[in-house]
């Protein structure tokens, strides 16, 4: 192997060290996030569970997000809810379910949870509901897709058995969530925190590896674009701010819903230590009844467009109308998108 070769090899696999790195202190850092965040109202916000358009009927939702195709590894997140008002509780119950695949299946997530909502009217026109979160976490690493770097012969490339020791291949850990909305039927605004007590993500046993909280703010309203008495055409600006450690960003936008037609325009600017303007988002959508559909298309937007030019999103969810509806359930306008 001439030098100018064993130079080229050194870099590379440092290379190939730094990114493993990168990906861990990534995973580590931040909880898997969506770009349509409504369409998944019980992961945005634990409050929001019961909130169903039907009477207090219920709703079955479902979201994946494949982030950065264009890179080996890419992080796929796949999101599962079912939530209802329930009149004999006051409020709404809501099961969520997770699983999130970093690096072609070296890092995977599994999160398992329940919610209650209380539901309390102020007064005639505003609402405010409750949510607190019970949540199980289990989080597992493939050792045999793991590359050290004592695992490098000079000439032979990775053929190495690693000295590196993993605590533990798997963890599980308890996790708990809480949120808060107020609404009426033209506005809303809502305040979640995520990972209150920080469970212990690592998998070297290191006691200062925790998954940090996670706090999210958010609001909007509806503007009805007709003079009917339910408006068949609607205007929803909407803004979510989220923070998590030193990763902080704001998503701002707006929903047009004319018809059974959806379209959305958002951006997304990030903030702290990692600061850039990240990505523009665009949704296309359907609605009809008690069914609706979303694609979302993330334009990165930061100097990482060349290496990852884009994300991709669909949600779809599906209600039914409550068979005895209750007076004193409110929905909530925000709209599912």
């Not at 070769?5 to 931040?30: C, D, E, H, P, S």
Request: one cysteine or more.
């Amino acid at each position: 192997m001439t030098q100018k070769v064993q130079q080229k090899f050194r870099m590379n696999r440092y290379t190939l060290f730094g990114l493993l790195v990168l990906l861990v202190i990534t995973v580590k850092a931040q909880d898997p996030e969506l770009s349509q965040f409504y369409a998944s109202p019980l992961y945005t916000n634990p409050s929001l569970a019961g909130t169903g358009e039907c009477n207090g009927g219920g709703r079955v939702s479902l979201n994946q997000r494949n982030q950065w195709p264009n890179l080996p590894g890419a992080y796929i997140t796949t999101v599962a809810s079912f939530d209802q008002h329930v009149n004999a509780i006051g409020g709404g119950l809501g099961f969520v379910a997770l699983r999130d695949v970093a690096g072609e299946g070296l890092l995977k997530t599994y999160q398992f949870s329940g919610i209650y909502s209380y539901q309390l009217n102020v007064t005639r026109k505003f609402t405010m509901r409750f949510g607190i979160e019970a949540q199980i976490i289990q989080r597992s690493v493939d050792k045999s897709k793991l590359l050290f770097e004592d695992m490098i012969d000079e000439t032979r490339g990775f053929v190495k058995s690693s000295a590196e020791q993993l605590t533990s291949t798997n963890i599980l850990t308890p996790n708990f969530n809480a949120g808060v909305v107020g609404y009426t039927k033209d506005f809303y605004f809502g305040f979640a925190a995520h990972n209150a007590i920080e469970p212990n993500q690592s998998f070297y046993g290191d006691p200062e590896s925790n998954l940090p909280r996670r706090y999210t703010a958010h609001g909007g309203m509806v503007v009805p674009l007709d003079k009917r008495r339910v408006a068949k055409a609607t205007f929803s600006p909407n803004i979510l701010f989220m923070m998590q450690d030193q990763f902080s960003q704001l998503n701002a936008g707006f929903y047009i819903n004319r018809g059974p037609l959806v379209t959305g325009l958002w951006y997304r600017q990030t903030f702290g230590d990692f600061k850039n303007s990240d990505a523009a988002m665009v949704l296309v959508g359907f609605r009809k009844d008690q069914f609706k559909f979303g694609y979302s298309f993330d334009l990165t937007v930061s100097s990482a467009r060349a290496a990852a030019p884009g994300s991709h999103e669909i949600s779809a969810s599906v209600g039914w109308c409550a068979r005895k509806p209750t007076r004193r359930f409110r929905p909530i306008s925000c709209p599912d998108f």
